[in-house]
T-cell receptor, first 110, second 113 residues
Framework: QKEVEQDPGPLSVPEGAIVSLNCTYS??????FMWYRQYSRKGPELLMY????GNKEDGRFTAQVDKSSKYISLFIRDSQPSDSATYLC??????????FGSGTRLQVQP | DVKVTQSSRYLVKRTGEKVFLECVQD?????MFWYRQDPGLGLRLIYF???????EKGDIPEGYSVSREKKERFSLILESASTNQTSMYLC????????????FGDGTRLSIL
């Protein structure tokens, strides 16, 4: 079983929709979770960083960790065409490098 | 803001050539990483370094080597380029303490003909 799994999409939504992006992970001991956004022809940029379980909110973005289900989510409210990108979850699995999901491509239609 | 700079955005090389990809970071980070990114496969770790002259193999090190002579610079070397090494290469850096987020460069799209 992969340590981190992510639905590759693509996901297409109309402007203004609520978007839910998800990852599952294999080990309940993992504690640090991140979301990156990657625009086309650019490197990933850090969007959200959460520790342990619960929610973290930043503007239109909410990161949620459910440790009992080993499930992490990123919600985008009032989605905009500028949110069109690939979103990658990343988890600190105990080695120095992060372990990344394969990324979900999101398209927000105007 | 952290800046990770990769020397080339696009590179075209021939099979059998020795290829150097360079990365520089300006935040005094101890850790530096090289990934390749392919459609459907996500980011795969090639090598990382946690100090000058120190390196560790990642998940797919075969056909690659690295060099870290200075703290701010991390080089990826394709010893004898092959067509299956055509990919997007991403460099990243982070602090060493705890679980630190990584900061990425904009990538080098490498084509091996």
């Amino acid at each position: 079983q992969k340590e981190v799994e992510q639905d590759p999409g693509p996901l297409s939504v109309p402007e203004g929709a609520i978007v839910s992006l998800n990852c599952t992970y294999s080990n309940s001991a993992f504690q640090y979770f991140m979301w990156y956004r990657q625009y086309s022809r650019k490197g990933p940029e850090l969007l959200m960083y959460t520790y342990s379980s619960g929610n973290k909110e930043d503007g239109r973005f909410t990161a949620q960790v459910d440790k009992s289900s080993k499930y992490i989510s990123l919600f985008i409210r009032d989605s905009q065409p500028s949110d069109s990108a690939t979103y990658l979850c990343a988890i600190d699995t105990g080695r120095r490098a992060l372990t990344f999901g394969s990324g979900t491509r999101l398209q927000v239609q105007p | 803001d952290v800046k990770v700079t990769q020397s080339s955005r696009y590179l075209v090389k021939r099979t059998g050539e020795k290829v150097f990809l360079e990365c520089v970071q300006d935040m005094d980070h101890e850790n530096m990483f090289w990934y390749r990114q392919d459609p459907g496969l996500g980011l795969r770790l090639i090598y990382f370094s946690y100090d000058v002259k120190m390196k560790e193999k990642g998940d797919i090190p075969e056909g690659y080597s690295v060099s870290r002579e200075k703290k701010e610079r991390f080089s990826l070397i394709l010893e004898s380029a092959s067509t299956n090494q055509t990919s997007m290469y991403l460099c990243a850096s982070s602090f060493v303490e705890g679980a630190q987020p990584q900061h990425f460069g904009d990538g080098t799209r490498l084509s091996i003909l």
